[in-house]
C-alpha cells in the first residue's frame, strides 16, 4: 500500500495495445494507397482532437463548448505562418501548439475560476467572439482566408498528426498514473476538498488546459494544411466543438483508451454520410442521438461501462 | 497554536462573521458550538483557507497565514474533516485515504499513518476496496478523519463530526477524538450537539449571529440553562 511517487508508471495492457497499433500505422502507411492514407489522416485528425479536449475535459471535468477556439488559433497561425512568415508547414504547426498553449494558458486564468456549466457557457461564448474577431484582422486574410499553394504532402501531415497522437497518449497515461492523477481525480470530485487536502487545483487545472488548447492548436493547425487554406468556417467551426465532446462522451470521458474508441464511433459515420448523397448532412443529428443515449443510460461512456460490467476485462481496459 | 484574531468574514455582500477571536492551545481539544446559522461553519473554512476573511488575522504557530491559499495549508500541518464528510464517492475508501496523503508531509509517512489509521478504526481495513458513497454514515466519517490524518496533522479540524450518525456511533466517534488527543493531536470542531461536545472537550467557544457570546474551559460553559438561552437566544 504505496502512494504513488513521482516516477515513471508501470505499463499496462491499454497502453501497450495502443503503442502497438500506432507502430504498426506508423510503419504501414506508407505502402497503403493514397485514398487510405487520407483516410488515415483524418481519422488521427479526430483521434488528435478527441485526446486534447479529454486533457481538460475529460480529467478535471471542466466541460469545454468552445474548444474548436483553439483549432482555429492553429489553423490562423499555420496559414499567418506560411503566408506571411514564409514558414514551412511543420514549423507552422508548432507555432499553433504555442499560440494554442499561450491563449489557453490566458484564457483559462479567467474562465478556470467558474464551473460547472458557467465555464461551459463562457467557453461557447469566448468561441463565438473569436469567431468574428479574426476574420477581422487584415493581416489574416480579412475573412477571406488564407489560401497556400502547398501541394498534396499526405505523408508528411501523415506523421505529424500521427507524432500529436502518439505524445497526447503517453501524456495522458503519464499524467492519468502519477500521483498527478490522484489530484486530478479529487478535483473531478469535489474541487474544495481537493484544496484541503493539498491539491494545488488551481494550476493543475491551468496546466491542464494549456496542454489541451497546444494540442488542439496543433491539431487545428493540421487540419488546415490538409484543406491547404483556412477559412473562417473552416478555422472556426462549433461542429468541431461537439464531436470533439461527443468522442469523449461516448469512448469514456477521462480514460486513456476512451477517446480513441470514440474517434472511431464518431468518425467512421461522419465519413460514411458524407460519400452517401442522401445522407449527407444527418451525421451531426446521428452523432447528437447518440451522445444523448449514451449521457443518459451509460453516462460513462464505452470504457467505464464495460469495465463496470465485465470485471475481467477490468485489468485490460483503462 | 492556532490563533484567529478580529476575523471579518462573508460570502459576497453577506457578512456571516464579525470580529471572530479564538484559540487553539496544542494538544488540547476546542469546541466551537452554537445554533444554526451562528458561522461555525465559516470560521472552518477561514481557518482551511477557503474563504478568505475580509478583516483580521489566522495565525498558526506564530506564522501569519491569512493569505495563504487553501491548498498550501495541509504542508504546514493543518488537516480538516469538512461538514457532511464529504468524501470523494466514487472512489474507494483506500483511495480517499490516500489523497489525504497528497502533500510531501503526508506520503513520506503514508504506510505508517495508514496503519495507524486502520488500527484507529478497524472497520475501515474491511471496507477498504469499497467505493466511499456506498459505506455506512459512520464508516464515511471514519475515512472522512482517516483522510485528515492521512496528512499528518499537526492540528485535526472537524466539522460536525456527529451529523446523521447514531447515538451509538457519536459516543464511539467522539471517544476516538479524545483517544487522539492523548496522541498528541490537537483538535478543533465544531459541534451543533454541544452537550456531547462539550463533555469531551477542554476549551468552549459558544457562537451566535457570527459572534462569540461566551467563551471558556468546558465546565464553566456546561450550564444547561445558560446554553439553552444561548441556543434559542432568549434573555
Redesign the interface.
Given at each position: 500500500m504505496r502512494i504513488p511517487r513521482m516516477r515513471f508508471p508501470t505499463f499496462g495492457p491499454t497502453l501497450y495495445g495502443l503503442a502497438l497499433l500506432m507502430v504498426v500505422l506508423g510503419i504501414a502507411t506508407p505502402f497503403l494507397p493514397i485514398v487510405a492514407k487520407v483516410q488515415l489522416i483524418n481519422f488521427l485528425l479526430f483521434v488528435g482532437l478527441a485526446y486534447a479536449l479529454n486533457f481538460i475535459t475529460g480529467l478535471t471535468g471542466y466541460v469545454s463548448f468552445g474548444h474548436a477556439i483553439f483549432m482555429g488559433i492553429g489553423a490562423y497561425a499555420l496559414g499567418g505562418g506560411i503566408d506571411r512568415l514564409g514558414f514551412p508547414p511543420l514549423l507552422g504547426v508548432f507555432l499553433g501548439a504555442g499560440l494554442g498553449a499561450a491563449f489557453a494558458v490566458g484564457i483559462g486564468l479567467v474562465t478556470l475560476r467558474f464551473r460547472g456549466v458557467y465555464f461551459a457557457i463562457t467557453t461557447l461564448v469566448l468561441f463565438l467572439a473569436a469567431k468574428n474577431i479574426v476574420p477581422e484582422i487584415s493581416q489574416l486574410g480579412e475573412g477571406g482566408g488564407i489560401f497556400m499553394n502547398l501541394g498534396f504532402q499526405p505523408l508528411a501531415q501523415f506523421y505529424t498528426i500521427w507524432a500529436i497522437v502518439v505524445i497526447e497518449i503517453g501524456l495522458t497515461y503519464w499524467v492519468t498514473h502519477g500521483r498527478l492523477g490522484y489530484g486530478l481525480r479529487a478535483i473531478k470530485s469535489d474541487e474544495d476538498v481537493a484544496k484541503t487536502v493539498g491539491v494545488n487545483a488551481s494550476r493543475l487545472k491551468l496546466s491542464l488546459f494549456g496542454i489541451s488548447g497546444m494540442f488542439t492548436g496543433a491539431t487545428g493547425a493540421v487540419y488546415a494544411w490538409t484543406l491547404s487554406a483556412v477559412l473562417p468556417e473552416t478555422g472556426f467551426d462549433i461542429t468541431f466543438s461537439l464531436r470533439m465532446l461527443a468522442m469523449i462522451i461516448i469512448g469514456g470521458a477521462g480514460t486513456l483508451l476512451g477517446p480513441f474508441l470514440g474517434a472511431i464511433i464518431v468518425y467512421v459515420p461522419y465519413n460514411y454520410f458524407q460519400t452517401v448523397q442522401s445522407l449527407l448532412g444527418l451525421q451531426l443529428a446521428v452523432i447528437g442521438a447518440l451522445v444523448l443515449l449514451i449521457a443518459l443510460f451509460i453516462p460513462t461512456g464505452i470504457v467505464g461501462t464495460v469495465r463496470r460490467y465485465v470485471p475481467f476485462l477490468r485489468r485490460y481496459i483503462e | 497554536m492556532l490563533q484567529l484574531d478580529h476575523i471579518d468574514a462573508g460570502y459576497g455582500p453577506v457578512q456571516v462573521l464579525g470580529s471572530v477571536s479564538l484559540a487553539a492551545q496544542e494538544g488540547s481539544i476546542t469546541v466551537i458550538v452554537g445554533p444554526n446559522g451562528a458561522g461555525k461553519s465559516t470560521i472552518l473554512k477561514v481557518i482551511?483557507?477557503?474563504v478568505r476573511p475580509t478583516g483580521g488575522h489566522v495565525v498558526f504557530q506564530e506564522r501569519d497565514i491569512t493569505a495563504l491559499?487553501?491548498?498550501?495549508?495541509?504542508?504546514l500541518g493543518i488537516?480538516?474533516c469538512?461538514e457532511g464528510r464529504?468524501l470523494?464517492?466514487?472512489?474507494t475508501a483506500?483511495?480517499n485515504l490516500?489523497?489525504?496523503?497528497?502533500?510531501p508531509r503526508?506520503?513520506n509517512a503514508?504506510?505508517a499513518t495508514?496503519e495507524y489509521v486502520y488500527r484507529l478504526f478497524p472497520r475501515l481495513r474491511e471496507r477498504a476496496g469499497v467505493k466511499a458513497g456506498r459505506l455506512s454514515g459512520g464508516e464515511q466519517q471514519m475515512v472522512g478523519i482517516g483522510?485528515a490524518l492521512m496528512?499528518k496533522p499537526s492540528i485535526l479540524i472537524l466539522d460536525e463530526p456527529s451529523l446523521g450518525l447514531a447515538p451509538k456511533l457519536v459516543s464511539e466517534i467522539f471517544a476516538k477524538i479524545q483517544e487522539l488527543r492523548k496522541g498528541g493531536l490537537t483538535v478543533l470542531m465544531v459541534e451543533q450537539n454541544a452537550y456531547a461536545a462539550l463533555r469531551i472537550a477542554d476549551f468552549g467557544y459558544v457562537m451566535q449571529n457570527g459572534q462569540v457570546v461566551r467563551s471558556g474551559p468546558t465546565k464553566d460553559l456546561l450550564d444547561l440553562e445558560a446554553l439553552r438561552r444561548d441556543y434559542f437566544a432568549t434573555g
Open positions: - | 482551511t483557507g477557503l491559499p487553501a491548498h498550501d495549508r495541509p504542508a488537516a480538516s469538512p464529504r470523494f464517492p466514487l472512489l483506500e483511495t490516500r489523497l489525504g496523503a497528497y502533500t503526508g506520503r503514508a504506510d495508514m483522510r496528512a
